[in-house]
């Protein structure tokens, strides 16, 4: 099996493609395998900030490291591997910026859709510094950028209403750009387009527009199947930000040799071909796009201006009292492997020890958190380079354990894809989508996917459409929380936060768990249970 190795600088920033992983055949018989599962050491780097300073000092000092929680015995030999502890930690932060910064795409796509380009915001820029900036900017890119009051309207209104958003754009851009520079690079496009992404999704590697665009470039369908997205029920490869990038690169670069202008093939991105050259006409033969802006529908009047804008300010960002805190570790490196059966994010990550949010987040194009395997297709599973020596070492063994799991219950083929099988819900006061999906056995990206919702919010009387797995019963969330009095709870864990315990059930916040359970601070000690519920309403 050919492994595709990559040193990401961010979350999927791509490196170099590696040899073939040869992996060994044991000589030991597969009867005396056996596979022992070893208690981990508990970690909890989530609650650290950027610098992690004392507590990251303090975890070094132990002399245990995380136990590999799966080793292959062999007669008196076991292997035992483990990670470095300030790397976990490190990439336990990426893991809790990616998690917070998910929720940024409404912002921004909303601000686009309905951006009044023309209205004015507070002045954060003197008008005279700004056409110097734009000036200088201009010589150094491919873009059309000068002084244009419209632009300076979006520039002020990104300082201000929208400042915290590009902060944390500021950051995330660390895992995705180098990813990004390196495939427009290859296809000789302006490596500012990189800036695009941010316009588009917000660097969500998840987001979905109301039309159905997908993915940090935001891909419809039909455009993502003409550049080799595949999307099925299982797999939506405009999710993939290696592939959709690849793909978006050729697309802007085929925009390009349709209107030899950057700043058409930014309109026609967003909006189409078509209607770029339906504004042309209106126009009576314009090609600036200054000129044929109030032509284009408006989403992409102000599409190219915040694309400008996003430009200038991370430009500009120290000019505007944004601080760039390049981190000590800004990247991590993962590794993939084909799958040679389906296989689930569960069983993956009871198996190596990797959070199924974790999972999530490096293999964000498998919809059901499945990864199928297809007789002709290769599906690739994406780990943390510990996590996938475990994976390899164990290789023959792990899959066993699967096809065992698939012979003892259920295949993993979902339900939900069952038409006789869906429930028509109604909302009632005092829901919310985690305790619909709790009831139901069922994710909340699933509800959201079934019932085409972009948002989490609910009104009374709403119906949605659900493929539950249980009868509406309360469930069991894999061992980490029971029923008491017909509300789940959670057994608060050696390592466990508010903010580690609020990412394990969706749509349940820290402020939630704080509301329900009569908690003023951060403060939780192990074995206390908290109620996952507003079990008065």
């Known amino acids: 099996m050919r492994g595709y190795k990559y040193m990401l600088l961010g979350m999927m920033a791509l490196g170099f493609i590696g040899s073939s992983m040869a992996q060994e055949k044991d000589a030991v018989p597969k009867n005396k395998r056996t596979i022992a599962k070893v208690k981990p050491v508990e970690i909890d780097t989530l609650e650290m900030d950027m610098e992690g300073g004392e507590l990251m000092e303090e975890m070094e000092s132990k002399e245990e490291l995380s ?12 292997y035992d591997l483990k990670d470095h502890v300030r790397a976990a930690a490190y990439d336990s932060l990426w893991m809790k910026e990616l998690y917070e910064s998910a929720s940024l795409f409404d912002i921004i796509y909303e601000d686009i859709r309905t951006m009044e380009v023309d209205s004015t915001y507070y002045l954060s820029v003197h008008t005279d510094s700004l056409k110097a900036r734009l000036k200088a900017l201009n010589q150094k890119t491919p873009f059309n950028i000068s002084y244009n009051p419209s632009l300076e309207n979006v520039i002020n209104m990104f300082l201000t209403r929208r400042r915290g958003l590009m902060e944390r754009m500021l ?6 750009f180098p990813m990004f520079e390196q495939e427009l690079d290859n296809q000789d496009v302006p490596l500012e387009l990189k800036y695009l992404a941010i316009v588009e999704s917000a660097l969500n590697p998840k987001a979905r527009s109301r039309v159905g665009a997908t993915g940090l470039w935001q891909f419809m369908y039909p455009t993502g199947k003409m550049f080799d997205l595949n999307v099925s029920s299982y797999v939506d490869e405009r999710s993939d930000p290696i592939k959709s990038t690849q793909a978006a690169s050729l697309y802007l670069k085929k925009l390009y040799g349709v209107f030899e202008d950057w700043d058409l093939v ?9 209607n770029v050259n339906k504004a042309i006409r209106r126009s009576g033969g314009y090609k600036n796009y200054w000129n044929i802006r109030r032509n284009l529908p408006r989403e992409t009047a102000g599409y190219v201006p915040a694309f400008l804008a996003t430009m200038y300010i991370f430009e500009y960002a120290e000019e505007h009292g944004f601080t760039r805190n390049p981190v000590e570790r800004p990247y991590f490196e993962t590794d993939t492997i084909h799958v040679k059966s389906t296989i689930t994010f569960d069983q993956i990550s009871d198996l190596v020890n990797v959070s199924v949010e974790e999972l999530e987040l490096l293999n964000p194009s498998y919809k059901l958190k499945i990864i199928p395997y297809v007789k002709g297709k290769n599906y690739a599973l994406r780990l943390p380079v510990d996590a996938m020596g475990k994976f390899v070492t164990n290789e023959e063994a792990i899959y066993a354990f699967v096809q065992n799991e698939l012979k003892a219950k259920e295949k993993p083929l979902p339900q939900i894809v069952q038409a006789e099988d869906q429930i028509r819900y109604r909302v009632k006061s005092g829901d919310f989508l985690g305790k619909i999906a709790g009831r139901y056995g069922v994710s909340i990206s699933q509800i959201k996917t079934w019932n085409g919702l972009r948002s989490n919010n609910l009104r009374i009387g709403q119906r949605l459409t659900i493929y539950p797995k249980t009868n509406g019963a309360v469930v069991n969330n894999s061992g980490k929380s029971t029923s008491s009095a017909g509300y789940k709870v959670h057994t608060v864990r050696n390592g466990d936060s508010l903010w580690t315990i609020s990412k394990k059930y969706p749509g349940i916040s820290i402020d939630n768990l704080r509301k329900w359970n009569g908690i003023s601070g951060n403060n939780i000690k192990p074995g206390t249970k908290l109620k996952l519920c507003d079990c008065s309403s």
Do not use: E
């Open 171 to 176: 950051k995330v851009s660390q895992f995705y």
């Open 67 to 78: 136990d590999d929680p799966m080793v292959i015995l062999k007669g008196q030999t076991s």
């Open 266 to 274: 930014l309109a026609a991105y967003n909006s189409g071909p078509g």
